[in-house]
């Protein structure tokens, strides 16, 4: 997908019931069910994805290589590789991408900034409902 090797996977989950207040610092793959209060920021070295389910919110800077939102995030956001905008995905506040996959239903309430030299890469998906 988009000339990337290996594909991440979830590593670890922050659960539905959780509350989360501070910084998260990640490597791999992390799925957030529940409420982060504070950046979520991944080891810039390494590959590494990030799914904000329909569920959960996260309220602080988020920066990742792969991102799936289809909860709320209320913050800047950085993708250096793929940022993925499910139906549900709700984003309040700038955001830096790479590529960018955004369904129907999606809302970003900031600016957008494509972070690549040359041809922007915007696929944009519609339902066929």
Same mark, same amino acid.
């Given at each position: 997908?988009?000339?990337?090797?290996?594909?991440?996977?979830?590593?670890?989950?922050?659960?539905?019931?959780?509350?989360? &207040?501070g910084n998260l610092n990640f490597k791999g793959g992390l799925r957030i069910d529940g409420h982060v209060k504070g950046n979520v920021i991944a080891e810039s070295d390494q590959?590494?994805?990030?799914?904000?389910? @329909?569920?959960?919110?996260?309220?602080?800077?988020?920066?990742?290589?792969?991102?799936?939102?289809?909860? @709320?995030?209320?913050?800047?956001?950085?993708?250096?590789?793929?940022?993925?905008?499910?139906?549900?995905?709700?984003?309040?506040?700038?955001?830096?991408?790479?590529?960018?996959?955004?369904?129907?239903?999606?809302?970003?309430?900031?600016?957008?900034?494509?972070?690549?030299?040359? &041809?922007?890469?915007?696929?944009?998906?519609?339902?066929?409902?």
């Open positions: 997908m988009l000339g990337r090797k290996a594909k991440s996977t979830i590593d670890s989950l922050i659960g539905i019931s959780t509350t989360i &207040e590959d590494s994805m990030l799914v904000i389910s @329909e569920q959960a919110k996260v309220e602080g800077e988020v920066r990742v290589a792969h991102l799936v939102v289809n909860g @709320e995030i209320v913050g800047p956001v950085f993708s250096s590789e793929l940022l993925e905008l499910q139906p549900k995905a709700r984003i309040t506040g700038d955001v830096h991408y790479k590529a960018l996959e955004m369904h129907g239903g999606a809302l970003v309430c900031g600016k957008l900034t494509h972070e690549q030299v040359g &041809e922007p890469m915007l696929k944009l998906a519609m339902s066929n409902t």
